[in-house]
């Protein structure tokens, strides 16, 4: 179990760790000149069962807020010290208010220096003192009368932190592993060694760690856990990480985090469930300045508030915290704001997204999804998402918001029976219902666009995507086409995907001339005139005659072989049959061997191989084509369709 002390300066807090443990907390050496805590001071001691307590000792001075913050938010039990003479002072207050922003409920209250009193200030001092945790996550919490002096209540404060201890919920190993660093040094013929709480997760040595945001590679060489030599470290321990990589002392800080690699997630904000201390005397506004601390991190940013304008005192509300610059944090992590002077706590909260969106941060339904996110539950969160994001969940991305282990996403997905397609982004999650209806808008689009135009065989594949959803990953997209297909709830034509009962039919006028045109380019299948060439021996407009040449190729009569050349499907039937003998006489098809077989210039030749080159029949090799035995002739007597 982790023990933070607090209260206010010259209360006693480093002699009661002292008398506790047997350890002197204060390791700078301005800390014992002066004789008060600057920084944080690290104490264990061991119990008979084999575990050890572990204190963080902080400092009491107001100025020293952001150093008592940087240990405060990974603790797991608050020894709350109040002088007897002195009783509740300010730090006292805002020591309380943190650890109760921070959502810490396990605590004690240590009534240090009673040998420097009489009975009834004694007695007066505890009354003070249970006024004051009225109202508070520690109220009701015991109140222990000590004297680091004489050693009075020591023992009995001590057994009570043993039993807490043995009451507290075994830290599991649940989630990757995350260390909030608050403390790097160099040690002689060891090297560099970081410190902190493990926030999740487990380390052994050997293990490859990114220190983050900066965003470098280490590997655990050595660790300690509880100030113990270990092979391994967990949630709810402090661990000493001795690191080796490429990297210089300097590059790493305090309020830098040493995570398993895929939690590299640095960002710039994030949403959060926020309350504003009830020592507040007016309201915060939206986009407030304010002075961040997470883990051990220490950060300027903004408020913005997502219902409404302003948020009363000891009110709650759904806020997203814009950053300065980037931190990492996940799904669930405490995190406490100060003001723009850093001399007052403002209120504190809880991450609920680490990937807000950018735009309808105040839609119902995204409000809904952090309401579900407070309550703690990812199934629900996850369920939810799914139901309001057409276009799939992220689940990789979903289990590094909320720090689950590969075994626990799974069994999550398992659990609601999603649909997995892997994309080139990650792999995506749609629910069954999600599914099916994204089958729906795609047979809706395709029916709307047939019946916005009628005259075309159908939509191509990246547009259809685009009338189905536009935000849907291609390769989801690939496989509901799939699925259509195989159901038979659409079908495709060469490139063309259409509803199996649609048909592209000519308008009245259309059919009348094409009845017409359509002997001209019959009667020399292998050299039919160009649209100029028709116009003139029509009298047609040559506008006319070639828009109507693009209406017909839609329904498959008609491919343009080249600028203004079109040849009839059977024209590029028997084509295609010829270009496929010369490739078995010769080895390949050559334009003299085509141009010989049909007659004609060379130049007609060489367009019609460069169509059935772009069409993929056949593969240029120099001068030379060979073709592709996939596009070998369909065994079916109905005109061969191609990509145009």
């Known amino acids: 179990m982790i023990i933070g002390t607090a209260g206010h300066i010259d209360h006693g807090k480093t002699s009661l760790v002292k008398a506790l443990t047997g350890v ?44 008592m913050l940087a240990g405060a938010t990974g603790i797991d039990f608050l ?38 009193v009489d009975a009834t200030r004694e007695a007066a001092a505890e009354v003070e003192i249970l006024a004051l945790l009225a109202g508070t996550g520690l109220a009701g919490a015991p109140v222990f009368h000590v004297s680091a002096k004489s050693g009075a209540g020591i023992a009995e404060l001590h057994a009570h932190l043993a039993s807490a201890a043995g009451e507290q919920p075994q830290s599991t190993a649940a989630g990757r592993f995350r260390l909030a660093i608050d403390r790097c040094f160099t040690l002689s013929g060891i090297g ?48 000493a990480l001795n690191l080796a990589g490429d990297f210089l002392r300097e590059a790493i800080k305090r309020g830098m985090w040493a995570l398993a690699p895929k939690l590299h997630l640095p960002l710039d904000r994030f949403s959060a469930m926020l309350r504003l201390s009830r020592e507040e005397t007016a309201a915060l506004r939206h986009w407030t300045p304010v002075h961040v601390h997470l883990g051990a991190e220490h950060i300027t940013g903004r408020v913005a508030l997502l219902e409404g304008d302003t948020l009363a005192p000891g009110a709650e509300a759904l806020a997203e915290i814009l950053l300065d610059r980037p931190l990492c944090c996940v799904i669930g992590d405490r995190f406490i704001l100060r003001d723009t002077s850093a001399s007052r706590t403002l209120g504190g909260g809880r991450v609920l997204d680490i990937f807000p969106p950018s735009r309808h941060k105040r839609a119902p339904a995204r409000l809904e999804a952090l309401k579900l996110a407070a309550a703690g539950a990812p199934s629900a969160v996850l369920a939810h998402s799914l139901a309001n994001s057409p276009a799939g969940v992220l689940l990789e991305r979903f289990a590094q918001a909320w720090n689950l282990a590969d075994d626990d996403a799974a069994r999550l997905a398992g659990d609601l029976e999603l649909i997995h397609i892997d994309t080139r982004d ?29 005259d075309m065989l159908g939509a191509e594949h990246e547009r259809l995507r685009r009338l189905t959803l536009p935000t849907l990953p291609r390769a989801a997209f690939d496989r509901l086409v799939d699925e259509a297909l195989a159901a038979g709830r659409i079908a495709q034509t060469s490139s063309w995907l259409h509803l199996p009962e649609h048909r592209v039919t000519l308008a009245p006028a259309d059919r009348d001339l094409w009845a017409t045109l359509a002997p001209l380019l019959s009667a020399e299948p292998y050299q039919p005139p160009r649209v100029r060439d028709i116009a003139k021996a029509t009298g047609v407009a040559e506008d006319s005659v070639r828009a109507l040449m693009k209406r017909v190729a839609r329904t498959g009569k008609l491919y ?27 080895g390949a098809v050559r334009a003299a061997d085509l141009r010989d077989r049909i007659g004609g210039g060379r130049k007609v030749a060489i367009h019609i191989l460069e169509f059935f080159d772009r069409i993929g029949y056949t593969r240029r090799v120099r001068d030379e084509r060979n073709a592709r035995d996939e596009h070998r002739l369909r065994e079916s007597a109905a005109p061969r369709q191609w990509i145009i």
């Open 560 to 586: 343009p072989v080249a600028l203004d050349h079109y040849f009839t499907d059977a024209a590029v039937d028997s084509l295609a049959t010829i270009a496929e003998e010369l490739n078995r006489e010769h």
């Open 192 to 239: 560099t060694v970081v410190t902190g709480t493990v926030f999740s997760g487990s380390v052994q040595v050997g293990d490859t760690l990114t220190v983050s945001p900066p965003g470098f590679n280490t590997r655990v060489r050595s660790l300690h856990a509880q100030d113990k030599p270990a092979e391994s470290g967990h949630a709810g321990q402090r661990v």
């Open 426 to 454: 990650g792999r995506h999650g749609f629910s069954p219902a999600g599914w099916a209806s994204l089958g729906e808008k795609l047979t809706a689009a395709l029916a709307a666009e047939h019946e916005r135009a009628p």
């Open 79 to 116: 020894l709350l010290v109040i002088a007897a003479d002195d009783g509740p002072m300010p730090q006292t207050r805002e020591h309380l208010a943190i650890a109760d922003l921070l959502g810490i409920r396990h605590g004690a209250v240590a009534l240090t220096k009673c040998d420097a």
């Open 24 to 67: 002197d907390a204060d390791r700078l050496p301005e800390e014992k000149a002066r004789g008060i805590t600057l920084d944080l001071g690290y104490a264990y001691t061991p119990l008979p069962n084999g575990n050890t307590l572990g204190f963080i000792d902080v400092p009491g001075h107001e100025k020293l807020i952001h150093n």
